[in-house]
């Protein structure tokens, strides 16, 4: 019986190792290009440093007035106000959603599904955007480097392409492409639905994705025929991997002499180089990349192990009144006089009761206004802190305030997969008693909920950030002992795999030229058959 296991390990191992070794040298070396190129995508910080500002605001429609000529009722989900379609000031409206998508509910609208076009200096209703309307848009998006450089060009309307596989988007399909003119040949991605830029990618970025993160998450089985089996083969493939892993380890361990060497004096019994230092090899960095692929798996949440179904955040809590502009409320222009003529974006939302506009621009936290008469407003902590128990169905355990990052509360760089959203500190830590021990992290600045985790997803934190990308504070503050690190045993991991490789293409090589003598009668591959004429 112990021979046997031992020949299927041996089997398992070098069969498995045939098929997958070339992916994981793929993913070994497109994980060290992912660290420093990652995926196209339009943080908020790049959103506002692109937008056109709103400037003084003249002619601009309140929004109530604006909402009432669209043919808008309330009470709103969402608005905002932005120079974001052809370069022109438009409201933003998204109405609350209708019961069957509705908080508590299972379905989920997408983001900016529902969102409604508005010009805000006519009022009329915008219909979906077109290639015209792109193009400006675009051009608007690209003013601040587009100085004597042609128009942006329409390459056309796509659906999904290597560069937009996210589901973010999916409300903003058919997306409309556009080539800018710039020294980083930018492409940009409109919206047909709203007429705003939802993505850009410059060609470093494109490029440098074929080898980093397009080809790393498997993309190549996005968006085609593959694309409703995509999940499965990136779950099974790394299942595959573990057990490829903890084979090769079993039998590099039980072929390694730990005490006496063998004949050659050696303690590895391969004198193969390729076969050497694979075996060498996995010994250094079998554990690593047996981690790497663990927690690759972790990254798919395969089969939603970490859902915990929580109840869903009643937001309302902290709004405390429903986002309905009044008649009396401050003009654009009112707002803008306070804000100042660089804002880039404003939005209504209720804190504690108080109708309020956040005024952004290109840099910085926003300027908190009341939106009655464009006053200067300031989050009371103390009712925030009051208002916060009312989130979940479930006891306010306590509440802390972080003054800087933790394990669980940190930024991590733009470009990174879990990097580009606001991290502000301080923050407030909301721990309540529920089922799944949630926690809620707000803005004591703006009253905002930025985030919300759960057993669940702190398990996540652990297995997949935690093991994944090294996400541990004592690294990340250090870089670059963190690049070192990862670099060198990503290295490690890739030349266990090209080895394998090699090894693979020459068992496979033996196999072929065994098959060929077995069967004399056949002529060789590539050869030509040759009649008795010689012909």
């Given at each position: 019986?112990r021979?046997r296991?031992?020949?299927?390990?041996?089997?398992?191992?070098?069969?498995?190792?045939v098929?997958?070794?070339?992916?994981?040298?793929?993913?070994?070396?497109?994980?060290?290009?992912?660290?420093?190129?990652?995926?196209?995508?339009?943080?908020s910080?790049?959103?506002?440093?692109?937008l056109?500002?709103?400037?003084?605001?003249?002619g601009?429609l309140?929004?109530?007035?604006?909402?009432?000529k669209?043919?808008?009722?309330?009470?709103?989900?969402?608005?905002?106000?932005?120079?974001?379609?052809?370069?022109?000031?438009?409201?933003?409206?998204?109405?609350e959603?209708?019961?069957?998508?509705?908080?508590?509910?299972r379905?989920?609208?997408?983001?900016?599904?529902?969102?409604?076009?508005?010009?805000?200096r006519s009022?009329?209703?915008?219909?979906?955007?077109?290639?015209?309307?792109?193009?400006?848009?675009?051009?608007a998006?690209?003013?601040?480097?587009l100085?004597?450089?042609?128009?942006?060009?329409?390459?056309?309307?796509v659906?999904e392409?290597?560069?937009?596989?996210?589901?973010?988007?999916?409300?903003?399909r058919?997306?409309?492409?556009?080539?800018?003119?710039?020294?980083e040949?930018?492409?940009?991605?409109?919206?047909?639905?709203t007429g705003?830029?939802?993505?850009?990618?410059?060609?470093?970025?494109?490029?440098?994705?074929?080898?980093?993160?397009?080809?790393?998450w498997?993309?190549p089985?996005?968006?085609?025929?593959?694309?409703?089996?995509?999940?499965d083969?990136?779950n099974?493939?790394?299942?595959?991997?573990i057990?490829?892993?903890?084979?090769?380890?079993t039998?590099g361990?039980?072929?390694?002499?730990?005490?006496?060497?063998?004949?050659?004096?050696?303690?590895?019994?391969?004198?193969?180089?390729?076969?050497?230092?694979?075996?060498?090899?996995?010994?250094?960095?079998?554990?690593?990349?047996?981690?790497w692929?663990?927690?690759?798996?972790?990254s798919?949440?395969?089969?939603?192990?970490?859902?915990?179904?929580?109840?869903?955040?009643?937001?309302?809590?902290?709004?405390?009144?429903?986002?309905?502009p009044?008649?009396?409320?401050?003009?654009?222009a009112?707002?803008?006089?306070?804000?100042?003529?660089g804002?880039?974006?404003?939005?209504?939302?209720?804190?504690?009761g108080?109708?309020?506009?956040?005024?952004?621009g290109?840099?910085?936290r926003?300027?908190?206004?009341?939106?009655?008469?464009?006053?200067?407003?300031?989050?009371?902590e103390?009712?925030?802190?009051?208002?916060?128990?009312?989130?979940?169905?479930?006891p306010?355990?306590?509440?802390e305030?972080?003054?800087?990052?933790?394990?669980?509360?940190?930024?991590?760089?733009?470009?990174?997969?879990?990097?580009?959203?606001?991290?502000?500190?301080p923050?407030?830590?909301?721990?309540?008693?529920d089922?799944q021990?949630?926690?809620?992290?707000?803005d004591?600045?703006?009253?905002?909920?930025?985030?919300?985790?759960d057993?669940?997803?702190?398990?996540?934190?652990?297995?997949?950030?935690?093991?994944?990308?090294w996400?541990?504070?004592?690294?990340?503050?250090?870089r670059?002992?963190?690049?070192?690190?990862?670099?060198?045993?990503?290295?490690?991991?890739?030349?266990?795999?090209?080895?394998?490789?090699?090894?693979?293409?020459?068992?496979?090589?033996?196999?072929?030229?065994?098959r060929?003598?077995?069967?004399?009668?056949?002529?060789?591959?590539?050869?030509?058959?040759?009649?008795?004429?010689?012909?």
């Open positions: 019986m021979v296991i031992k020949r299927w390990l041996f089997l398992v191992h070098r069969w498995l190792g098929g997958l070794c070339a992916f994981f040298a793929m993913w070994f070396v497109s994980g060290v290009v992912m660290m420093y190129v990652g995926y196209p995508k339009l943080t910080v790049e959103r506002l440093a692109h056109p500002p709103l400037g003084d605001g003249a601009l309140g929004p109530h007035k604006a909402l009432e669209a043919g808008v009722a309330g009470p709103l989900r969402e608005l905002r106000l932005a120079a974001s379609r052809a370069g022109l000031p438009v409201y933003l409206a998204v109405p959603a209708p019961a069957a998508t509705a908080p508590g509910s379905r989920r609208s997408s983001p900016g599904a529902g969102t409604v076009v508005i010009d805000a009022g009329q209703r915008l219909a979906e955007a077109d290639a015209a309307t792109a193009v400006a848009s675009a051009a998006f690209g003013g601040a480097f100085a004597d450089t042609p128009k942006p060009r329409h390459v056309g309307l659906q392409d290597a560069f937009t596989h996210s589901r973010a988007l999916d409300a903003h058919p997306l409309h492409v556009l080539q800018l003119g710039d020294g040949d930018t492409r940009l991605y409109v919206s047909s639905l705003e830029v939802v993505r850009d990618a410059t060609r470093t970025e494109r490029l440098w994705n074929y080898a980093g993160a397009w080809i790393h498997l993309y089985f996005r968006g085609g025929v593959l694309d409703g089996w995509w999940t083969i990136v099974w493939l790394s299942i595959a991997g057990v490829l892993v903890l084979a090769g380890m039998v361990l039980m072929r390694w002499r730990f005490g006496r060497p063998y004949k050659s004096g050696a303690r590895s019994p391969y004198g193969s180089r390729a076969m050497r230092w694979h075996h060498i090899g996995g010994l250094l960095f079998g554990a690593v990349t047996l981690t692929i663990f927690s690759g798996l972790m798919m949440n395969p089969w939603r192990i970490f859902d915990t179904g929580a109840a869903p955040l009643r937001t309302q809590a902290l709004g405390g009144v429903p986002l309905q009044m008649a009396g409320d401050a003009t654009p009112a707002l803008l006089a306070v804000a100042g003529a804002t880039r974006e404003l939005r209504w939302t209720p804190v504690l108080v109708p309020v506009v956040q005024a952004t290109a840099l910085g926003p300027t908190l206004l009341k939106a009655a008469d464009a006053s200067a407003h300031t989050v009371d103390g009712g925030l802190q009051a208002a916060i128990a009312g989130l979940l169905p479930a306010l355990l306590r509440i305030r972080l003054q800087a990052y933790d394990f669980h509360y940190y930024d991590r760089a733009a470009h990174t997969m879990t990097g580009g959203a606001e991290r502000p500190l923050v407030l830590r909301a721990v309540f008693g089922a021990h949630s926690w809620v992290h707000i004591p600045a703006t009253g905002a909920v930025l985030g919300r985790s057993s669940g997803r702190r398990t996540s934190r652990w297995l997949f950030a935690l093991l994944h990308s996400d541990w504070l004592p690294l990340l503050d250090r670059p002992l963190w690049d070192v690190l990862l670099v060198v045993l990503s290295l490690g991991g890739a030349l266990v795999s090209l080895t394998g490789v090699v090894i693979g293409w020459r068992r496979l090589g033996l196999k072929v030229r065994a060929r003598r077995r069967r004399p009668g056949l002529a060789a591959v590539g050869t030509p058959f040759r009649t008795s004429s010689g012909r």
